[in-house]
């Protein structure tokens, strides 16, 4: 059986206190050191992280707010791109326009001054003609020139 000795026990206790003591003293100081510094290292961290997690939210935001504003430029400038090329259309058009009917305006007065040589040049001949012809049923030469007056004065009375 066991035997409880008083001495023993106390002897124990005494030992079992000198030893707390003498490891309180050396070593848990250190070991409590070393685990504060931890908790200080791991509380720095955490708050490192946070305010990692806050300014990447802020960049985050940042960016959207670049981006919408980014988007609503390249918007106006489509708008603007398309109005420009809508009013660049308009004035080719309104050129083109203006050049064919300059082309017209400069072919019809072509064909009214070809109009007026042809029937200058017809009413040549028919002057050639009728002196030709009167020359003939007169049997002599007649003066040119006062009689392409007379026939000039006639055809144009007819007109």
């Known amino acids: 059986m066991l035997e409880f000795d008083f ?5 124990s206790i005494i030992n079992i206190l000198v030893l707390f003591l003498f490891l309180k003293k050396f070593l848990f100081g250190r070991v409590n050191a070393i685990m504060e510094e931890r908790a200080r290292l791991v509380e720095n961290d955490i708050n490192k992280a946070k305010e990692d997690s806050q300014q990447a939210e802020m960049l985050l935001k940042e960016y959207q707010t670049s981006m919408s504003g980014a988007k609503e430029e390249a918007r106006k400038l489509i708008m603007e791109a398309q109005k420009n090329a809508n009013a660049q259309s308009v004035a080719i058009t309104q050129q083109a326009q203006e050049e ?5 305006e400069s072919t019809r007065q ?17 002057v050639s003609l ?3 012809a009167a020359e003939k049923v007169i049997g002599k030469k007649i003066d040119d020139e006062a009689n392409r007056a007379i026939m000039d004065d006639f055809l144009n009375e007819e007109e």
Do not use: K, P, V, Y
């Open 100 to 104: 064919a009917s300059r082309i017209i």
């Open 130 to 132: 009728a002196m030709d």
């Open 7 to 11: 001495w023993t026990i106390l002897f």
């Open 110 to 126: 072509e064909l009214a001054l070809e109009r007026e040589r042809s029937i200058a040049s017809a009413q040549n001949q028919i």
